[in-house]
């Protein structure tokens, strides 16, 4: 089967750099019509709509901070206008937290990360269930990190995030079977995107090709590698798999980015 997503309505949000842009490529190309979500860089959703288009795909972008809840409500009507009613939500977008440790991390800090990584992606999700029930078949694919179980000095506000976050996606796994809907954690290591880049040059003062041969298989995760799991869990194959957690890392790298 060629395009084992054909009919799926999906929505990535942060789809229109790194980790999102893979993940919208590969639902688009196993058949998806695929929502990109972006928050400021308007040419790079553009660029990922063209990429999806040019290879025959279906796609558009929309703009909308998934901080914001006013405007997460008018893109899914938006969506659901143009592309039909959603029955994949991949909660992708995020920021990175400022590296500082406890003593020095105030109150806004973990408010910031908690509206992009949780309290967003709840609303979102809240407001898109009544779609997402409807479809008989449906997934919510969360993408956090393998940070929530590694606890690093300097990382307090992400991890507490991405952590409360798979929470509430395993809480959700139990509460939505009955309606049809999966909700799985894909959580990758270092990934060579923006944020990863940023991440490695302020934690060892180096680029992700120089510490690359000492990642397992001589490379870091790359965007594709997370988004084949993605249209894993959400084709036919993946079909009874839910309330999980799929580590991507390549094994656990015996390089340590947080000394
Ligand atoms: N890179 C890593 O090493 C790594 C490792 C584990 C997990 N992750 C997770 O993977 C996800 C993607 O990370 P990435 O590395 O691809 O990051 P990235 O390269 O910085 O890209 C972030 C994407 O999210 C969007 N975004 C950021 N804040 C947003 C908001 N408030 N509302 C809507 N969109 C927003 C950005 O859109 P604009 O450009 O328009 O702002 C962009 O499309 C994040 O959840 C991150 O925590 C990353």
């Not at 190309?29 to 795909?57: C, F, K, L, M, Q």
């Amino acid at each position: 089967m060629d395009e084992p997503l054909i009919g799926r309505v999906a929505l990535v949000t942060g789809g229109s750099r790194g980790v999102g842009r893979g993940i919208a490529l590969r639902l688009a190309s196993d058949g998806a019509a695929v929502a990109v979500n972006y928050r400021r860089d308007a040419d790079a959703a553009r660029r990922v709509v063209e990429d999806i288009t040019a290879a025959g795909g279906c796609a558009r972008a929309y703009q909308a901070s998934v901080a914001d809840e006013s405007s997460v409500t008018e893109m899914l009507s938006a969506i659901d206008g143009d592309l039909g009613a959603l029955d994949l939500l991949v909660s992708n977008a995020g920021t990175a937290s400022r590296g500082t440790t406890i003593a020095d991390t105030d109150r806004s800090e973990y408010q910031r990360l908690l509206d992009v990584h949780l309290l967003g992606p709840l609303a979102l999700i809240r407001a898109a269930l009544p779609q997402l029930r409807t479809a008989g078949r449906a997934d919510v694919v969360a993408i956090s990190s393998t940070i929530t179980r590694e606890h690093h000095r300097g990382a307090a506000a992400y991890t507490l995030a991405k952590s409360a976050l798979e929470a509430a996606a395993f809480t959700l796994a139990r509460e939505e079977r009955a309606h049809g809907i999966r909700v799985n954690i894909v959580a990758p290591g270092l990934v060579a995107t923006d944020m990863g880049e940023r991440l490695v040059a302020a934690t060892a003062g180096a680029t992700i090709a120089e510490l690359e041969p000492s990642y397992p298989f001589g490379r870091t995760c790359r965007p594709p590698d997370v988004a084949g799991i993605v249209a894993f869990l959400a084709s036919r194959d993946g079909e009874y798999i839910t309330g999980q957690r799929i580590t991507v890392d390549g094994g656990t790298p015996d390089v340590g980015l947080f000394a």
